[in-house]
T-cell receptor
Framework: DTAVSQTPKYLVTQMGNDKSIKCEQN?????MYWYKQDSKKFLKIMFS???????INETVPNRFSPKSPDKAHLNLHINSLELGDSAVYFC??????????????FGEGSRLTVL | AQSVTQPDIHITVSEGASLELRCNYS??????LFWYVQSPGQGLQLLLK??????LVQGIKGFEAEFKRSQSSFNLRKPSVHWSDAAEYFC?????????FGAGTRLTVKP
């Protein structure tokens, strides 16, 4: 069973479109994240949610809107896609503080290409 | 604010040679420190982590890392590199809710 799964794995779309990436974890973790990895492999945190509440919201355009319907899911919706949004988006999860192992468990990534 | 610096963008070593990947961090308190590995087309996998205690930590795949508070470093080492170790390596600092990654070091292994 995949611990952190995200779909789709590949996404090719036109500028201006709206798209979503879904993430689910079956590890029972309280905290979930979205990271963006650019073409130079730099990993930048975008959002983190703890028990469905937004904890971290980095300087990300408000075209990006995360949604956490429950603590096992964290979806990412992107409006009005731009060329610079092309990247690999990673979902991750971890135990919350207090039960902290600190380890992040990553999905396999969703490669978004905006044409 | 916490941050991580990996000074080496790309390192090439021969198979069987020893390896050291550098990591320096900036953190206001005692840090939680991690090394992750990313194989091509894959997500990141934890190699090892440091929370407290013994400053030399052992990880998977024969890797180890040493925490040096005086140098704000957490360098990753392996005594003998295998071709399958070729990957991208990320140092990270922080903990739950907020993990910050370095820019990564790409490891190439020569036959």
């Amino acid at each position: 069973d995949t611990a952190v799964s995200q779909t789709p794995k590949y996404l090719v779309t036109q500028m201006g479109n709206d798209k979503s990436i879904k993430c689910e974890q079956n590890l029972g973790h309280d905290t979930m994240y979205w990271y963006k990895q650019d073409s130079k492999k730099f990993l930048k945190i975008m959002f983190s949610y703890n028990n469905k509440e937004l904890i971290i919201n980095e300087t990300v355009p408000n075209r990006f809107s995360p949604k956490s319907p429950d603590k096992a899911h964290l979806n990412l919706h992107i409006n009005s896609l731009e060329l610079g949004d092309s990247a690999v988006y990673f979902c991750a999860s971890s135990q919350s503080l207090g039960q902290n192992t600190g380890e992040l468990f990553f999905g396999e990534g969703s490669r978004l290409t905006v044409l | 604010a916490q941050s991580v610096t990996q000074p080496d963008i790309h390192i090439t070593v021969s198979e069987g040679a020893s390896l050291e990947l550098r990591c320096n961090y900036s953190y206001g308190a005692t840090p939680y420190l991690f090394w992750y590995v990313q194989s091509p087309g894959q997500g990141l996998q934890l190699l090892l982590k440091y929370f407290s205690g013994d400053t030399l930590v052992q990880g998977i795949k024969g890797f180890e890392a040493e925490f040096k508070r005086s140098q704000s470093s957490f360098n990753l080492r392996k005594p003998s590199v295998h071709w399958s170790d070729a990957a991208e390596y990320f140092c990270a600092v922080g903990g739950s809710n907020d993990m910050r990654f370095g820019a990564g070091t790409r490891l190439t292994v020569k036959p």
